[in-house]
């Protein structure tokens, strides 16, 4: 089980998202999420565009090796270990951040691939658990959980419209991924009540929603 100091490290959101996974499915879920905040973080911290983009392209090369290549002083990359064989995958998401690096407004081609990054690591989650054939479901999920976040978070004006373009135009229909991958749906539903108009928790009303779809996945 993961230990209180990492669950602590990602945003409140993705911990009750998590809390609706397997045992044994939580490490490498927290995984995803882990690196999605270290990304995130180095992304805000970025007053030096040009030092935040060394940090991902280091994040970009060591994703890309074999899990025996990479540097043993990371934790992260041992907890990333089984998506190995997904370092494209993975590279995706860390392309997605870097998209956020550029000058305001963003264009909305920007906020697409930051969108696509996140589906991307939500697919890759999804064959790394077996599951290929939810993979692209899995993606989905995760491209309207990040334009609805994203939506929220952005305060320029003409980057949190393009954003919620973006999530307008997501399908919001409701997804029957498999029962491992209940904490995506969690995400996605969340997403799906606000559709960047809130935060994804809002109130009670929110946390009844992931309960309801964390149990019954409706």
Known sequence: MPDSALLDAIPVEQRLALAYARPADKPLMLG??????RLAATVRG???PVLAQIKLAWWREQLAKPAGDRPAGE????MLAP???EGAALG???DGWEQLLGDSPLPPSALEEFAAGRGAAF???ARALGLPEAAAAAQRAGRGWAAADLAVKLGQAQERAAALDLAAAHDWG???LPRRLRPLQVLHGLARRRRGQG???????????ATRIGLLGL
């Open 32 to 37: 995803i999420f882990l690196l999605d905040t």
């Open 46 to 48: 970025g007053r030096e």
């Open 75 to 78: 934790p992260l990359l041992a």
């Open 83 to 85: 998506l190995a064989d």
């Open 92 to 94: 995706r998401l860390v």
């Open 123 to 125: 697919g890759a989650l």
């Open 174 to 176: 409701r997804m029957a």
């Open 199 to 209: 935060p994804l928790l809002d109130g009670p009303g929110a946390l009844l929603a």
